[in-house]
């Protein structure tokens, strides 16, 4: 069965670079969640989206914009990136937004 | 903020064994999932459960939703080498609505000794 595809899988970026984190859900799938997780810290949620419009809101730095597309698919925006940001980034994907969350592989970002 | 408070932080137990962990809240939750972790990878979904009181099984995993909705534990019976990961529970405020985040547990290590 087709699971959450998150790209790139591994990224390093200098300080104050930018990056951009791709989501493709769940085929059918309508929300999008996006989770930080520091090293031996659980996943901390940032944001989500219902149907293409932000649904809830988390521990997202103002440097950070995510954004659900006509496709489903969601992009998670990271600029003047900070030593602070290197973690490993989750996206999951449910349908509607009361069932289970399936999650992605995940995009391990290292900024150096 | 809502917290989830998971226990224990780490088992260390050998093949064969039965585990139990457990995850409590100060806030009432409409979901609890059971995820585990390997290092690295993303989290995998064991059980779901949505009502409280609900018992659910899947395979060796047993799992329930408590009855005051502010607590919920994992069982593993028999365990095996590869039951080794990181397991959350996370748990959903509000059944639709306008929030629908996840709100992920402390985690519990777990190790099997074969």
Not at chain 1, 2 to 20: D, W
Not at chain 2, 27 to 46: A, C, M, R
Not at chain 2, 67 to 80: C, E, G, Q
């Amino acid at each position: 069965a087709a699971g959450v595809i998150q790209s790139p899988r591994h990224l390093i970026k200098e300080k104050r670079e930018t990056a951009t984190l791709k989501c493709y859900p769940i085929p059918r799938h309508d929300t999008v969640y996006w989770y930080q997780q520091g090293p031996g810290q659980d996943p901390q949620f940032l944001i989500s989206f219902y149907e293409k419009m932000q649904s809830d809101k988390g521990s997202i730095p103002d440097r950070f914009s995510a954004q659900q597309f006509s496709d489903y698919h969601s992009e998670l925006n990271m600029s003047s990136l900070e030593l602070g940001d290197s973690a490993l980034y989750f996206c999951a994907s449910s349908l509607g937004r009361v069932t289970e969350a399936f999650f992605g592989q995940g995009t391990r970002l290292t900024v150096v | 903020g809502q917290q989830l408070n998971q226990s224990p932080q780490s088992m260390f137990i050998q093949e064969g064994e039965d585990v139990s962990m457990n995850c409590t809240s100060s806030s009432i939750f409409n979901t609890w999932l059971w995820y585990k972790q390997d290092p690295g990878e993303g989290p995998v979904l064991l059980i779901a459960l949505y009502k409280a009181g609900e018992l659910t099984s899947n395979g060796r995993l047993t799992a329930q939703f408590g009855i005051t909705r502010k607590d919920s534990f994992l069982n593993i019976s028999a365990s095996i080498p590869s039951d080794v990961g990181i397991y959350f529970c996370a748990g959903r405020l509000n059944y639709g609505g306008a929030t629908n985040k996840l709100i992920f547990g402390t985690g519990t290590l777990l190790a099997v000794q074969p």
